[in-house]
């Protein structure tokens, strides 16, 4: 009860419709709430593209199919690289919602998640994210990596390609250096 009057949503055309840049969204809620954000973006952007704007509001207009498609494309391709990312010998926690898989390192012999994340493009091909930005306390994701599945399959695939080629399956891996 109550939550009506309090509650703000706030989202964007990012990733739903695959246009990450844009910078075009929305707000929802009581007014006095929009009212707020409004005056606190009037002095982080200047103004937004209007092409952008117009694109944006016929994505509006797409029916709830495109939704429910787009949710089993990614859950497919979620469970398509977990799989895959478990078969290489990564701890992997699966994810409920989102475009992230996180995954611990230490089962492959690695000691430090920015380190790897700096050798892997270089040694496999491959780009993850350290999780440790993440932490106040850095020791305690100083393991973890994060891996994206909002791209391709194709592009999932050629990833995945690149690191059973590196690590082999079950985490035969070859340690990480570029030289």
């Known amino acids: 009860p109550g939550m009506r009057e309090r509650t703000l949503t706030v989202s964007s055309f990012g990733k739903s419709f695959g246009v990450t840049g844009w910078k075009v969204g929305w707000a929802l809620g009581p007014a006095e709430l929009v009212a707020s954000v409004l005056k606190a973006r009037q002095f982080v952007t200047f103004c937004g593209a209007t092409p952008l704007q117009a694109a944006a509001a016929g994505a509006l207009q797409v029916g709830a199919d495109y939704f429910d498609r787009l949710a089993h494309e990614f859950q497919q391709r979620r469970d398509f690289l977990c799989q895959a990312l478990t078969d290489c010998g990564f701890e992997v926690f699966v994810p409920a919602a989102g475009y992230f898989v996180m995954t611990d390192i230490a089962p492959l012999g690695e000691k430090g998640a920015m380190a790897f994340c700096e050798r892997l493009p270089c040694e496999a091909g491959v780009a993850v994210i350290p999780a440790v930005p993440f932490y106040a306390d850095p020791a305690e994701g100083r393991t973890l ?35």
Do not use: W
């Not at 909002?150 to 030289?179: A, M, N, W």
């Open 145 to 179: 990596v994060r891996f994206a599945f909002c791209k391709s399959r194709d592009v999932l695939e050629e990833g995945v390609r690149r690191l059973r080629q590196h690590f082999g399956s079950q985490g035969g891996s070859r340690p990480l250096s570029c030289s």
